[in-house]
């Protein structure tokens, strides 16, 4: 999965992405208590990508 889709859906879900970091950005829940850590990789792994949603819908 493309990176610009996951931060798509992401988006799409509430999160908000708090600040770019040198291998990973980190997003964070509506909520504001929850954070994901997102490789900064053009092209993701389809399993990272979907495990990563699915904690993401978890916490929202």
Known sequence: M???ELERRL???????????GKHDV??????SFTEYVPRHPELNERLAQVILRRAKERK
């Open 27 to 32: 997003w964070v829940g509506a909520s504001g």
């Open 11 to 21: 988006r799409e879900l509430g999160w908000t992405l708090q600040r770019h970091g």
């Open 2 to 4: 493309k990176r610009r």
